[in-house]
């Protein structure tokens, strides 16, 4: 709570200062680095660093100096979002086990109902998880879809139920909010974002922190989109043949309509 309320002292002053100013012995400091998945204290400071520069800079600086790097070759700046993507991903699966993802399969794989939020920048990549996870059964809800209540998506949760969140910064105030009243409901709350800072994991029971370092002005999503891909691939594969037989009857829906073209 004391990082999370004092980011940028507790990323730039000694950890004796931090210490003494939070009343919070250094040693706790430590084991609450370790925890998080650090060797040290100074390696989360550093990560921290990195995560206030991301934040101090908004969208318009950086779209600047993408313009300001306007000379760069089309190749370099192809291989420098291609390495990114790769140092994202292989960050990701450094940091997140496998026995973490298949815990969260099996609580949404479990779940009476799922429902998906994201706002902003992670509104379109919501709409492709429920469009995914939608195939395989019909209690997975996309809140907020096509401008509906998102309080009506969450007024019958309980602890039956599960709330997978996906947020960003700048954090979408209303993805927050939804995450905080699903847990007083008594619903299961997952979050996925990039920052340890995400004011959504004090009530989440499970997270994802997902790098997305990017030569763009937003953050990448290719780490996101891989985990929620490997989410309801885990999914299906926990699923009965009812899951089976509900997307061979979409898919001749599909056809039926003519919505798809076989070639």
């Known amino acids: 709570d004391y990082i999370v309320a004092n980011p940028l002292d ?8 931090v210490a003494t100013e939070s009343r919070i012995a250094p040693a706790s400091f430590s084991r609450l680095s370790r925890a998080l998945g650090y060797d ?4 989360l400071r550093e990560s921290m660093r990195h995560q206030l ?5 908004t969208f318009a600086a950086r779209a600047e100096g993408l313009r300001q790097s306007k000379d760069e070759a ?3 700046l192809v291989t420098r979002a291609r390495n990114l993507c790769h140092s994202n991903l292989n960050a990701l699966a450094a940091t997140i086990s496998t026995e973490q993802i298949e815990a969260a399969a099996a609580q949404l794989h479990d779940a009476r109902k799922v429902v998906v939020l994201g706002a902003l920048g992670s509104t379109g990549i919501a709409e492709y998880a429920g469009y995914m996870a939608n195939f395989l059964g019909a209690n997975w809800v996309l809140a907020g879809r096509m401008g509906a209540s ?10 039956r139920d599960v709330l997978l969140v996906i947020t960003k910064p700048p954090f979408a105030r209303v993805s927050i909010r939804a995450a905080q009243t699903a847990r007083e409901q008594g619903a299961r709350v997952i979050v996925i974002t990039d920052s340890h800072a995400c004011p959504a994991l004090r009530v989440a029971q499970t997270h994802f922190i997902v790098p997305g370092d990017s030569p763009n002005f ?6 996101t989109v891989f985990l929620l891909e490997t989410l309801i691939a885990m999914v299906a594969r926990k699923s009965g043949p009812e899951a089976t037989e ?4 979409i898919e ?4 039926a309509l003519e919505e798809v073209l076989d070639l």
């Open 252 to 255: 001749r829906h599909n056809r």
């Open 74 to 76: 089309a190749e370099d």
């Open 40 to 43: 040290s204290f100074e390696d």
């Open 218 to 223: 937003f953050t990448s999503y290719v780490g």
């Open 10 to 17: 507790a990323a730039t002053r000694s950890l004796r200062t």
């Open 53 to 57: 520069g991301r934040q101090v800079s």
């Open 246 to 249: 509900r997307i061979a009857e």
């Open 150 to 159: 998102i309080g009506s998506a969450l007024c019958d949760l309980d602890a």
